[in-house]
């Protein structure tokens, strides 16, 4: 092909089972662009056909109105016979999915590209724009370590209703439990995601992990994710923490945006300077649609034209994660290993489509067991008022805030400082991980006699009680004096309170 529309075709940079993707030249202004087409004859009903155009129509319109160095800019969108074509920037480098398979990931480099992911994402969600699919291979990284997003293919305006009745759109292992369920969606399902790349780029794993399709998509809306520490132990409980409130079930209990959830993430992996991602695990085999489990979470009844269009949908999505997946720096006669470009691989044709019910109960996941049986571990973080207390359970300590690792179970956990009370407060693990304690002063007693009447000072100011009066005070040094109805003043005097302490002022 040496041209689609205007644009001058210089070579092929992937191919998939729905269409190709092209490196092209504008000849108006000698700009370099990634055309990804889509072949029309694979849908053999026009309404399937009317749908998809209206549906590119929407990746185009979502996407062309977001301008952001950390957002693949949509160019133009057109039609030709049978072929649509999305032209779009072209970025020059590779996928994260790629960089992720090189080998382990730098500490500073994980953080620095979650970093900009998140500012890109909360700026399209501020558009009123929703991406809906991030995931590895959405996310491009040029030779300086630059960020952009690509693929709002599956993206939606908040104002458009663009999701067929009972279906689902999306990567099944990076969607959110609402999106799964096919409820309202909002920038947390987004979050979700995000805090999935992450937890996969800390851990070389994704948190959720199944044998089958339905069994996935089970454990991400019933079940806890895989425990960071279990698969990374020189990360903090702290990161524990982070990713857990991203990645929880109700949209309300995650951050309030993707920005909030990385600084989090940030602070909590830098609580340990030693910690360090982990390098990819071996790919598993992806998981297998079990037949009867699958079929019993369709629809009862979908017309054939419907289902085909699910599928071609999927088909979409596949295409969409290669348009930019080309580094035109690698040097040839060096043979680099690099995994078969996503875009090859058939996407399933079900997980892009399945409305949930909860099916019989399915094992939350498929893991080697230990040699040993061994307590679940879970961090909990604990904090008071003031800080610096000495926070401790089960003959652990730290200096709060901090974190403990405790096993499920109940335990009295215990905070001192000094000029304050010790206080002791039971608590259920994993029911509370997230623990906070305020911290009294001692208190002692100023049995106030006097004239009645008179105005109590207490450090230059009036008391709330006139005398005869009993005061309640911290420990600590104060003044006292009193003034009668009079004008009369009796001498400043020092007060020193401690535990329990009762002083008689006459």
Partial sequence: MDSIGRYRVIRELGRGAMGVVYL??????????AIKTINLDNLSEPHEVQALQSRLFREARSAGILSHPGIVTIYDIQYSGHTASIVMEFVEGVTLFDRMNQGALQPDEVLSMLEQTAAAMDYAHSKGVLHRDIKPANLMVTPSGKVKIADFGVARLDSQKTATSGMVLGTPSYMAPEQISNKSLSPAADQFSLAVVAFEMLTGRKPFHADSISALLYNIVFQPPIPVRELNPSLSPAVE???RKALAKAPADRYASCTEFVDALKTACRTRKTWRPASPAPKPEPPRPAAAPVAELLPPSKPRGVKALAGFTAGVLAVAGIFFVWSSKRKPDTPTPRPAPVLNTPAPKSPAAIPLRKPDPVPPRTQSPPAEPQPEVVPVEIRTQPPGAKASARSQSCITPCSLD???G????????????DTHRLIRVPDQIDVSIQLDRPMGTVAVHGHTGSTIYLDGKPWKEKAPARLSLPAGTYTIFLESPDGLRTPAQPLEITLNKIIDIR
């Fill in 24 to 33: 092209a030249e504008d000849p108006a202004i000698g700009r370099l662009a």
């Fill in 241 to 243: 923490i982070a990713l």
């Fill in 410 to 421: 109940e335990y009295y956990l215990s905070a001192s400082l000094e000029g304050y009370m």
């Fill in 406 to 408: 405790l096993p499920k």
